[in-house]
């Protein structure tokens, strides 16, 4: 069992004085997660707290605290894109030749399936992609043309799968699949 050691922050006297930090040890193996309801409830708790604190801040100490609140979010982003990716990269090992192309009865859309992932396409962006891997001089330039089509065009597909680079295996599976199946009409 983890120890855990709770720091509070009481305040003696008004704003700027001193003020008295105690220190708990707590013994707890794991807290469990709030409702989602609670979890609303203390955030709208916390947006009125900061509300009321900017009112009496100066223009400097604002900076200061937006500065810091967009690195926290870039970073929350970060790790949460290292989670997903780290998901994805696990996946992988199960799903590194699945690569599967469902089409719609009357061929409107298409689903295409990276790493377990499914993602959906137009008929306009299946044309794009036979056409792209059509016309490429061979698989690895397919896949650089792919991953850059996705990552300006469709980077949910990108997020979704965790796709790394034009390297990833699974572009040239997928270009194999495509040449194989289908053909760029005239």
């Known amino acids: 069992m983890k120890?855990?050691?709770?720091?509070?922050?009481?305040?003696?006297?008004?704003?700027?004085?001193?003020?008295?930090?105690?220190?708990?040890?707590?013994?707890?193996?794991?807290?469990?997660?709030?409702?989602?309801?609670?979890r609303t409830a203390k955030k709208s708790q916390l947006l009125d707290e900061l509300k009321k604190i900017s009112n009496a801040m100066i223009e400097e100490d604002l900076t200061t605290l937006i500065r810091n609140a967009r690195i926290l979010s870039h970073n929350r982003e970060v790790l949460n894109s290292v989670s997903r990716r780290t998901s994805a990269g696990e996946g992988r090992?199960?799903?590194?030749?699945?690569?599967?192309?469902?089409?719609?009865?009357?061929?409107?859309?298409?689903?295409?399936?990276?790493?377990?992932?499914?993602?959906?396409?137009?008929?306009?962006?299946?044309?794009?992609?036979?056409?792209?891997?059509?016309?490429?001089?061979?698989?690895?330039?397919?896949?650089?043309?792919?991953?850059?089509?996705?990552?300006?065009?469709?980077?949910?597909v990108i997020k979704n799968t965790g796709l790394y680079s034009a390297k990833d295996p699974i572009l040239g599976i997928f270009y194999d699949l495509v040449i194989n199946k289908y053909s760029v009409k005239s």
């Not at 704003?15 to 997660?33: C, D, E, N, Q």
């Not at 409107?108 to 962006?125: A, C, K, T, V």
């Open 3 to 38: 120890r855990k050691i709770k720091v509070s922050v009481k305040r003696t006297s008004k704003i700027g004085r001193v003020k008295k930090i105690v220190l708990k040890h707590k013994t707890s193996a794991k807290r469990a997660v709030p409702p989602a309801s609670k």
């Open 93 to 156: 090992k199960n799903y590194e030749r699945n690569v599967q192309i469902e089409e719609a009865a009357d061929l409107s859309y298409f689903l295409i399936n990276f790493y377990n992932h499914q993602n959906f396409f137009s008929r306009e962006e299946m044309r794009k992609i036979v056409k792209m891997c059509h016309a490429s001089a061979d698989k690895t330039a397919a896949a650089a043309q792919l991953f850059n089509w996705f990552k300006y065009e469709r980077s949910d």
